[in-house]
């Protein structure tokens, strides 16, 4: 299985999609970048998706920051801006409800909170996982939900990177 995006160029994720793009009253990235999930296993029931920036830990406060999780995704084509018209799926909630994030309501946080690196660089990870199954996750849902839902009903997963500048 390959995830692609058109929303990434030779590894660079477009302005749009971050912090130079659509904010919210509270600087949050909110435009998601369109996603396509190629050559699943024919069992796929559903895909999840986390976006994480690990190069957020110095400037965290110490942890990975999470920018999108979303799962019972039915479709291997996800439109630019999915995020904000979800379907069907569900979404867990980001790290801009962490106090670094500045504490914002966890139903303000579970939607995509884009790309905004305050110091240099970042390099983000697109996780895809192809499920066997549809979880049983509300939105709001938190990391260790989707880890732990996600458990023995993997069949194929991909991480697709892409940087953007500070």
Known sequence: ?????????????????????????????????????????AETQSFA????????????GGFSWVHWMAANIESPLLSEDASRNPGNMVQGANSWMSAQGGSNPPELCSCY?????????????????????????????????????MEGHVLDQTTLKGRYSA
């Open 113 to 149: 909170g884009g790309m905004a690196p305050p110091d240099k660089e970042h390099l983000y990870e697109i996780h895809v996982y192809a499920l066997d199954t549809v979880l049983d996750l509300k939105n709001g849902f938190h990391l260790n939900e989707l880890f732990r839902a």
């Open 1 to 41: 299985m390959k995830a692609k995006s058109e929303g990434i160029v030779n590894g660079v994720i477009d302005d749009r999609y971050g912090k130079r793009g659509e904010v919210n009253g509270f600087g949050m990235p909110v435009l998601s970048p369109p996603l396509e999930f190629v050559d699943a296993p």
């Open 49 to 60: 998706v986390f976006i994480e920036d690990k190069d957020a830990y110095p400037v965290s």
